[in-house]
């Protein structure tokens, strides 16, 4: 069993940068595939990033590549998205994921483990 705990979103003007982080319980966490997904009002949850257990590859939405990077402290069981130039569309819960096994693509119905989400609200 895994628990992941997210903090760090918040208000921000359109431009603006915001980390999050989540926070793993278990002594497994280097063997999860971490990944970030985010979930708009009215629409469907999606998938913005993940990292592999050693952190070796990343992978982004088109949507957020060169602005989001994913990275990982497994000894402190925890991982970040530090996201830059914010834009009003990035407005959502953002949601920490965590996947015992790596697969093509990273789909909601991989993840074994979800995090309660925090709300990220870009103004403009």
């Known amino acids: 069993q895994v628990q992941l705990v997210e903090s760090g979103g918040g208000l921000v003007q359109a431009g603006g940068s915001l980390r999050l982080s989540c926070a793993a319980s278990g002594r497994t966490f280097s063997s999860y595939v971490m990944g970030w997904f985010r979930q708009a009002p009215g629409k469907e949850r999606e998938f913005v990033a993940r990292i592999t257990g050693s952190g070796g590859y990343t992978s982004y939405a088109d949507s957020v590549k060169g602005r989001f990077t994913i990275s990982r402290d497994n000894a402190k069981n925890t991982v970040y998205l530090q996201m830059n130039s914010l834009k009003p569309e990035d407005t959502a819960v953002y949601y920490c994921?965590?996947?015992?096994?790596?697969?093509?693509?990273?789909?909601?119905?991989?993840?074994?483990?979800w995090g309660q989400g925090t709300q990220v609200t870009v103004s403009s």
């Open positions: 994921a965590a996947a015992g096994a790596y697969t093509i693509v990273m789909l909601t119905r991989h993840v074994d483990y």
